[in-house]
């Protein structure tokens, strides 16, 4: 027994569970002017050592900021 993986460490990748709050901030004020390209590299920046859990919220979370976001509009 106690063989049995945890949730943050299933797939190998049990990040830290944390994203700089500067970063995250600088981001979401830019968002819905970034091209398509570079908000996928800013996302996989945020999120790369991330808990998958955590960056799938994360990712979400900007996904909707930008389908609100006055400059797509």
Known sequence: MGCGATDSS???QGGT???DPKK???LTEVWGKLPEKERA???Y???WDLDPR???S???YFKKLYSVSP???
């Open 10 to 12: 299933l797939g190998g």
């Open 71 to 73: 400059a797509n509009k």
């Open 54 to 56: 955590y960056r799938k």
């Open 17 to 19: 569970g944390s994203v």
């Open 24 to 26: 995250f901030k600088e």
């Open 58 to 60: 994360i990712e979400a």
């Open 41 to 43: 590299n800013a996302i």
């Open 45 to 47: 920046s945020l999120t």
